[in-house]
Nanobody, 121 residues
Framework: QVQLQESGGGLVQAGNSLRLSCAASPRTISTYAMGWFRQPPGKDRELVAAISWTGRPTYYVDSVKGRFTISRDNAKLTVYLQMNNLNPEDTAVYYC??????????????WGQGTQVTVSS
């Protein structure tokens, strides 16, 4: 059974950075594409970033391009989301997800439980 566990969320001031981590199991997850979604209060969940199992290609939603970086360490079964220059609009619950490929990451196969990110102005 695939398990995804996010960590690294918290409260941060605008302009600062956070790094989210997603620990995955079992080892077969290393062949999955991985993604990060977010759901702001009262809004729909959106795909923020995705990465293939090889590390390329990657995908970013326009609103985070140049600020967020997705990466993965298959040896550690961990995916990261480095978030820089955060602003209050980035406030959301962030979810890790796994799917077959980046192109179909909008409908992933597995979800984590989510971690809250709050950005104060």
């Amino acid at each position: 059974q695939v398990q995804l566990q996010e960590s690294g969320g918290g409260l941060v001031q605008a302009g600062n950075s956070l790094r989210l981590s997603c620990a995955a199991s079992p080892r077969t997850i290393s062949t999955y594409a991985m993604g990060w979604f977010r759901q702001p209060p009262g809004k729909d969940r959106e795909l923020v970033a995705a990465i293939s199992w090889t590390g390329r290609p990657t995908y970013y939603v326009d609103s985070v391009k140049g600020r967020f970086t997705i990466s993965r360490d298959n040896a550690k079964l961990t995916v990261y989301l480095q978030m820089n220059n955060l602003n209050p609009e980035d406030t959301a619950v962030y979810y890790c997800a796994a799917g077959s490929m980046v192109a179909t990451m909008s409908t992933p196969d597995y979800w984590g439980q989510g971690t809250q990110v709050t950005v104060s102005s």
